[in-house]
C-alpha cells in the first residue's frame, strides 16, 4: 500500500511536471503545436488529393469495359447466354452482363441516325458479354482468359487505356508514399528540435536530476509527458483545420464548373481513419520527439 | 567509505594524464581534505567518485559499489548513497528553496508525506528556517549554498562530498560552512571536501590528502595544510 502511493505520488508529480513545462515554455510549445500541424495538414492534404485521385481513376477504370463477342456458331439467344458462368468464372471478373445481338442493333440504332442504319439486319450482330474488371492492371491476362472459355470468339479490350490509368495510379501512390514519408521525417525532426530547444535550458536541471540519483526513465517522463500532450494538441488541431479545409475546398469544387465532371469523396468517409492516423502520428512523433530530445542530457 | 587503489586516469581525448597509480582509502565516518592545486587532479577524483568518469585502469569501490565494473543503470543507485556539493551551488532557479531540496527527495520517490516532514527539519539544521518560500536569486552565496548541501543531506546519504564549497563565499561564510560540514559529519556522515584554500584547512583539524600532478603527494592527519602550493 505505501510503495503504490509512493509510485502514485511520484507518477503524479512527473506528469505535472511535464504539463507545467508546456505552460512554462509557453512559446516553443506553441511553436511545437504549429509546426507539428503545419506538418500533418500538408501530410493530410496529399493523403486527401491521393485519394480523391485514386477515387477519379476508378471511376474511369470502371467504364473502361470489355466486350466478349460469342461464336457465331451459337445464335441461340438462351445457348449464349448460359456461358455467363463460365464467363463469370474467369479470375479478375468483377460483373458480367449479357446483351443479346437484338439489344446490340437497338443499341446501334439508338446511337446513329436512322439513314445510316437502313437495311442493317441483327444477324449482323453477335451475342455479347459486357464486362467489368476488378484490376484493369490484369486486362491483359484476363483478356487472355476468356478467349479460352469455349464459345467466346473475340474479345475486345482497350489495353492502352488501361495501361495509362494503372501507370497514373501507380505514379500518384508512390508520390503520396514519398510525400508522407518525407513530411513524416520532417515532423520528428522539427518536433525533436523543438523540445530539444527546451531541454537545452533545461540541461543544468537534468544535470542536477542525474547527480542527485534519478534514473534516466524518472528524467525522461515528463519530456514525453509533455511531448505526447503537444503531439495530442497538434493533431487534434490538424484534423479539425484539414476538416474545415476540405469541406470549404470541395463545397467549392463541386459548384463550380469541376462538379460537374468531377465527383469528390464525402470527409465523412474518411474521417475516423483520417483521425487515426492524425492522432497515432501526433503521439508517435510527439514522444518520439521528446525521448530523441533529451538522449544526449542522459549519458553522463 | 571510499577505495581507490592504483588508480590511473588518462584522458584520450587530450591524452592528459590526469591520475598516476594513486591509492587513498577513506572510512565511513571520516573527515577529509582534498587538497591541490589547480589541474592537480582534484576534479578527476570527484568525477570518478560521483561515477561520471571511469578510470583507464586500478580499482574504486564507492560505498561498496565498485566503480570499475558498475552498470549504467546502476549509477543512480550508487549516487543515492552519496550527497554532493558544487561551487557554484547549481539550484534550479524557478524552484523556490523548499523544492530545490523537495525535488531530491521526489527524484529517489519519497512519499509526499514524508518529504513534507523531512524537508523542514533538514532546511532548520542547515539554519535556513523561515527561507522556505525565497527563490535561490533572493538569497546571499551563503544562504544558496546551504540550500545545496540541505539538498545533498535530505536522502540521509552516507557520504557528502563537496567540491571547492566555499570558492564564492567570503572567509566568514566559508568558515561557517565548514564548522556546518563538521557537524553533519558528527552526525555520522562522512565528509570529503575538495579544496584549496590553506587558511579554511589549517583551521580545522582533520585529514589533509594532498594531490599534485596527478600524484599523491601526502597523506596525514597532521590537520594542516603541508605541502606549499606553487
Known amino acids: 500500500m505505501g510503495i503504490t502511493a509512493m509510485r502514485l505520488s511520484r507518477y503524479g508529480y512527473l506528469i505535472r511536471e511535464g504539463f507545467r513545462s508546456i505552460t512554462t515554455h509557453g512559446f516553443m510549445s506553441f511553436a511545437s503545436v504549429t509546426i507539428m500541424m503545419a506538418c500533418l495538414i500538408i501530410m493530410g492534404s496529399f493523403s486527401l488529393i491521393s485519394v480523391n485521385i485514386d477515387s477519379l481513376i476508378k471511376d474511369l477504370e470502371n467504364e473502361n469495359e470489355m466486350v466478349a463477342y460469342v461464336d457465331e456458331s451459337i445464335a441461340d439467344e438462351a445457348e449464349a447466354a448460359s456461358l455467363q458462368s463460365s464467363i463469370e468464372a474467369v479470375p479478375n471478373v468483377a460483373s458480367v452482363e449479357f446483351?443479346?445481338?437484338?439489344?446490340?442493333?437497338?443499341?446501334?440504332?439508338?446511337?446513329?441516325?436512322?439513314?445510316?442504319?437502313?437495311?442493317?439486319?441483327?444477324?449482323?450482330?453477335?451475342?455479347?458479354?459486357?464486362?467489368?474488371?476488378?484490376?484493369?492492371?490484369?486486362?491483359?491476362?484476363?483478356?487472355?482468359?476468356?478467349e479460352s472459355v469455349?464459345?467466346?470468339?473475340?474479345?475486345?479490350?482497350?489495353?492502352?487505356?488501361?495501361?495509362?490509368?494503372v501507370t497514373v495510379r501507380n505514379i500518384v501512390s508512390v508520390v503520396s508514399l514519398v510525400l508522407i514519408v518525407i513530411l513524416v521525417f520532417v515532423s520528428v525532426f522539427i518536433m525533436s528540435n523543438t523540445i530539444k530547444l527546451t531541454t537545452f535550458g533545461r540541461r543544468e536541471e537534468i544535470a542536477i536530476m542525474k547527480m542527485v540519483g534519478a534514473s534516466n526513465g524518472f528524467i525522461r517522463l515528463?519530456?514525453?509527458?509533455?511531448?505526447?500532450?503537444?503531439?495530442?494538441?497538434?493533431?487534434?488541431?490538424?484534423?479539425?483545420?484539414?476538416?474545415?479545409?476540405?469541406?470549404?475546398?470541395?463545397?467549392?469544387?463541386?459548384?463550380?464548373?469541376?462538379?460537374?465532371?468531377?465527383?469528390?469523396?464525402?470527409?465523412?468517409?474518411?474521417?475516423?481513419p483520417l483521425l487515426a492516423v492524425y492522432?497515432?502520428?501526433?503521439?508517435?512523433?510527439?514522444?518520439?520527439?521528446?525521448?530523441?530530445?533529451?538522449?544526449?542530457?542522459?549519458?553522463? | 567509505m571510499i577505495h581507490m587503489k592504483d588508480v590511473r586516469k588518462v584522458y584520450e581525448s587530450s591524452n592528459t594524464l590526469a591520475l598516476d597509480q594513486v591509492n587513498i582509502t577513506v572510512e565511513d565516518g571520516e573527515f577529509v581534505f582534498l587538497v591541490g592545486p589547480s589541474g592537480s587532479g582534484k576534479t578527476t577524483i570527484m568525477k570518478l567518485i560521483t561515477g561520471e568518469i571511469r578510470p583507464t585502469s586500478g580499482?574504486?569501490?564507492?560505498?561498496?559499489?565498485?566503480?570499475?565494473?558498475?552498470?549504467?543503470?546502476?549509477?543512480?543507485?550508487?549516487?543515492?548513497?552519496?550527497?554532493?556539493?558544487?561551487?557554484?551551488?547549481?539550484?534550479?532557479?524557478?524552484?523556490?528553496?523548499?523544492?530545490?531540496?523537495?525535488?531530491?527527495?521526489?527524484?529517489?520517490?519519497?512519499?509526499n508525506k514524508d518529504i513534507k516532514k523531512r524537508v523542514p527539519y533538514i532546511l532548520e539544521l542547515v539554519g535556513l528556517e523561515g527561507r522556505e518560500k525565497r527563490?535561490?536569486?533572493?538569497?546571499?552565496?551563503?544562504?544558496?549554498?546551504?540550500?545545496?548541501?540541505?539538498?545533498?543531506?535530505?536522502?540521509?546519504?552516507?557520504?557528502?562530498?563537496?567540491?571547492?564549497?566555499?570558492?564564492?563565499?567570503?572567509?566568514?561564510?566559508?568558515?561557517?560552512?565548514?564548522?556546518?560540514?563538521?557537524?553533519?559529519?558528527?552526525?555520522?556522515?562522512?565528509?570529503?571536501?575538495?579544496?584549496?584554500?590553506?587558511?579554511?584547512?589549517?583551521?580545522?583539524?582533520?585529514?589533509?590528502?594532498?594531490?599534485?600532478?596527478?600524484?599523491?603527494?601526502?597523506?596525514?592527519?597532521?590537520g594542516y595544510y603541508s605541502y606549499e602550493i606553487e
Request: aromatic letters at 8%; hydrophobic letters at 45%; a negative charge.
Open chain 2, 59 to 111: 580499482e574504486i569501490i564507492v560505498n561498496d559499489f565498485d566503480m570499475t565494473k558498475i552498470k549504467r543503470r546502476k549509477l543512480p543507485k550508487m549516487r543515492r548513497t552519496l550527497g554532493v556539493v558544487f561551487q557554484d551551488y547549481r539550484l534550479i532557479e524557478n524552484m523556490t528553496v523548499y523544492d530545490n531540496v523537495a525535488f531530491a527527495m521526489r527524484v529517489v520517490g519519497a512519499a
Open chain 1, 222 to 272: 515528463p519530456f514525453v509527458v509533455e511531448g505526447l500532450v503537444l503531439g495530442i494538441l497538434g493533431g487534434g488541431l490538424a484534423y479539425v483545420a484539414e476538416w474545415g479545409i476540405y469541406t470549404l475546398i470541395s463545397s467549392k469544387l463541386v459548384s463550380g464548373l469541376a462538379g460537374s465532371f468531377i465527383s469528390i469523396v464525402p470527409f465523412s468517409t474518411m474521417a475516423m
Open chain 1, 99 to 146: 446483351v443479346s445481338r437484338t439489344e446490340a442493333m437497338d443499341n446501334f440504332m439508338s446511337q446513329y441516325d436512322s439513314d445510316f442504319s437502313v437495311g442493317i439486319d441483327e444477324e449482323v450482330f453477335r451475342h455479347r458479354f459486357v464486362i467489368q474488371l476488378a484490376d484493369i492492371a490484369l486486362m491483359s491476362d484476363t483478356k487472355a482468359a476468356l
Open chain 1, 279 to 300: 492522432m497515432g502520428t501526433g503521439i508517435l512523433v510527439g514522444a518520439f520527439g521528446g525521448v530523441n530530445a533529451i538522449r544526449n542530457y542522459l549519458k553522463v
Open chain 2, 135 to 222: 527563490m535561490p536569486n533572493e538569497l546571499s552565496g551563503g544562504e544558496q549554498q546551504r540550500v545545496a548541501i540541505a539538498r545533498a543531506l535530505v536522502n540521509n546519504p552516507r557520504m557528502i562530498v563537496a567540491d571547492e564549497p566555499t570558492g564564492n563565499l567570503d572567509p566568514v561564510r566559508s568558515l561557517e560552512l565548514m564548522l556546518l560540514f563538521e557537524k553533519i559529519n558528527e552526525m555520522g556522515t562522512t565528509v570529503v571536501v575538495v579544496t584549496h584554500e590553506k587558511e579554511l584547512v589549517n583551521a580545522f583539524s582533520k585529514r589533509v590528502i594532498t594531490i599534485d600532478g596527478g600524484n599523491l603527494i601526502s597523506d596525514g592527519m597532521d
Open chain 1, 150 to 165: 469455349d464459345g467466346i470468339a473475340k474479345v475486345l479490350a482497350h489495353l492502352e487505356y488501361a495501361s495509362f490509368f
